[in-house]
């Protein structure tokens, strides 16, 4: 009998100890979900964040490609000139030719209007080559004739955009450079020999004078002059000129004949 209670009692034992390796199979079988599940749950927030993160960056990246440059392009419009001269012109804009005198220099009372378009965006650089008639670096015209003379010079020039209104006019504000002059002893202009004993000066023209950034603050302002003092002709009465629109050369308009003449025009 007591070896029976005796068995009894080692089966209980046993069966315990089992139950107690199988509930602790179960706890660690547990625990060890709920870490994985904690770790996956971790892991993914943690890619979350990344993601998160990358958008950021790649919103900022946008950002900075977007405020990288905040220049606004330059709009271009449409333009008008019209422009007389005593005797001949060229008009650059911005350092390029738009247009010049259809009459050739060597034209005896080549006077004439031109009406040039164009196309410019504000701020933009005007300069204008002008030459009165010589027939030689004298500075004389109708040499050897009974009217041999010291020729005058003069040009007028207004700017409109395309809808018509004045955006610009020749006057004492441009800058002007005189590169050639003659004579300079006046008194040789009814020498029977004017190029052996009239005098001259002529300067190098720059070579990047029409340019935007050329400096022209060594220049002198252009100097206005009337219309009687140029007595205007033929092409003159062609254009409508503004009030404002004058008359300019450099300050001897017998003297001086090759001016170039420089403005910037703004909106």
């Known amino acids: ?26 706890v660690a079988e547990a625990t060890d979900a709920t870490e994985s599940t904690e770790t996956t749950e971790a892991t993914e927030a943690t890619d979350e964040v990344s993601d998160d ?14 405020s990288g440059d905040t220049t606004e392009s330059a709009t271009t419009e449409s333009f008008t000139i019209e422009v007389w001269a005593d005797n001949w012109m060229a008009v650059y804009v911005d350092g390029e030719l738009v247009g010049e005198d259809s009459v050739s220099i ?17 701020p933009f650089t005007l300069a204008i080559e002008a030459k009165d008639y010589k027939e030689t670096d004298s500075g004389l015209e109708y040499i050897g004739e009974s009217n041999q003379q010291m020729g005058d010079g003069g040009i ?12 610009s ?15 300079l002893n006046t008194d040789c202009e009814s020498d029977a020999d004017p190029d052996a004993n009239c005098e ?3 300067s ?27 007595d205007p002709k033929l092409g003159y009465d062609e254009i409508s ?26 909106n």
Do not use: K
């Not at 060597?106 to 504000?122: C, G, K, L, M, P």
């Not at 020749?170 to 590169?179: A, C, K, P, Y």
């Open 1 to 26: 009998m007591l070896r029976r209670i005796s068995l009894l009692l080692l089966v209980a034992l046993i069966g315990a100890a089992c139950s107690s390796d199988a509930a602790d199979t179960v």
């Open 53 to 66: 993160t990358e958008e950021t960056d790649s919103s900022d990246e946008t950002v900075d490609d977007s």
């Open 106 to 122: 060597t034209t005896e009372r080549s006077f004439n209007s031109e009406v040039f378009t164009f196309e410019a965006a504000y």
């Open 156 to 167: 007028i020039a207004q700017v409109s955009d395309s809808s018509g209104a004045i955006v």
């Open 169 to 183: 006019v020749t006057n004492g504000d441009w800058q002007s450079l005189v590169v050639h002059r003659a004579p």
């Open 200 to 202: 001259y000066e002529i």
């Open 204 to 230: 190098e023209t720059p070579g990047d004078w029409t340019s935007i950034d050329f400096d022209d603050s060594g220049w002198t302002n252009a100097t206005e002059w009337s219309a009687a003092d140029v």
């Open 241 to 266: 000129w503004d009030g404002s629109a004058e008359l300019i050369w450099g300050t001897d308009l017998e003297v001086d004949n090759t001016v170039l003449l420089r403005t910037t025009v703004a």
